[in-house]
């Protein structure tokens, strides 16, 4: 069975894409399929802004237990789908903060992309493909965005389908 990860990359209080995140991970159980979900959230992670002595790229082994944490969780993956919000037209400094800790572990991955926000992310992830492509990943052709995010929830918290775009279920499908 492949092992997928599900990253929120917000760190913000009150974000919505924790519940974003929550609907992804609901659609997971709706998958007939060869994957396991796991969810990670960069706000439990926790990492500090990058403090390795070497770039990841270049670098033999890890100085910090921190990194090695979370080398070990990217390594064990075999494919992730990132939440990302669109905060001025780009994603969250916790994403890319993330991304930059490491360089092999993400490698040769397929990666689907979910993003939110006013108009669905579709400037974030943009510049989210660049650099998934720079890292040697495969980002899907698909990808989901969730726009006007201050309207999609209704009064339980529910994610309004009529303001999701893209098919997460192709995502799925690429992913295995």
Same mark, same amino acid.
């Given at each position: =069975?492949?092992?997928?990860?599900?990253?929120?990359?917000?760190?913000?209080?009150?974000? $919505?894409?924790?519940?974003?995140?929550?609907?992804? =991970?609901?659609?997971?159980?709706?998958?007939?399929?060869?994957?396991?979900?796991?969810?990670?959230?960069?706000?439990?992670? @926790?990492?500090?802004f990058?403090?390795?002595?070497?770039?990841?790229?270049? $670098?033999?082994? &890890?100085?910090?237990?921190?990194?090695k944490? !979370?080398?070990? /969780? /990217?390594?064990?993956?075999?494919?992730?789908? /990132?939440?990302?919000?669109?905060? @001025?037209?780009? &994603?969250?400094?916790?994403?890319?903060?993330?991304?930059?800790?490491? &360089?092999? +572990?993400?490698?040769?991955?397929?990666?689907?992309?979910?993003?939110?926000?006013?108009?669905?992310?579709?400037?974030?992830?943009?510049?989210?493909?660049?650099?998934?492509?720079? =890292?040697? =990943?495969?980002?899907?052709?698909?990808?989901?965005?969730?726009? +006007?995010? !201050?309207?999609?929830?209704?009064?339980?918290?529910n994610?309004?389908?009529?303001?999701?775009?893209?098919?997460?279920?192709?995502?799925? @499908? +690429?992913l295995?």
């Amino acid at each position: =069975m492949k092992k997928i990860k599900v990253i929120l990359g917000s760190t913000r209080t009150n974000r $919505a894409g924790a519940g974003v995140a929550k609907w992804v =991970m609901s659609q997971t159980q709706k998958y007939i399929g060869n994957l396991q979900f796991d969810f990670i959230d960069l706000k439990d992670v @926790n990492l500090p802004f990058l403090d390795e002595p070497f770039p990841p790229m270049m $670098a033999e082994e &890890y100085a910090h237990d921190h990194t090695k944490k !979370w080398s070990k /969780i /990217i390594a064990e993956a075999d494919g992730f789908i /990132i939440v990302t919000p669109e905060y @001025n037209h780009g &994603y969250p400094a916790s994403l890319k903060n993330a991304l930059d800790f490491l &360089y092999k +572990e993400w490698q040769d991955k397929p990666v689907g992309l979910v993003g939110y926000g006013g108009s669905g992310a579709r400037s974030s992830i943009k510049q989210l493909r660049e650099v998934l492509e720079f =890292m040697k =990943m495969k980002p899907i052709k698909e990808q989901v965005g969730v726009g +006007e995010i !201050w309207e999609a929830f209704d009064e339980e918290g529910n994610l309004k389908v009529e303001k999701v775009r893209g098919d997460l279920q192709v995502i799925f @499908n +690429e992913l295995e």
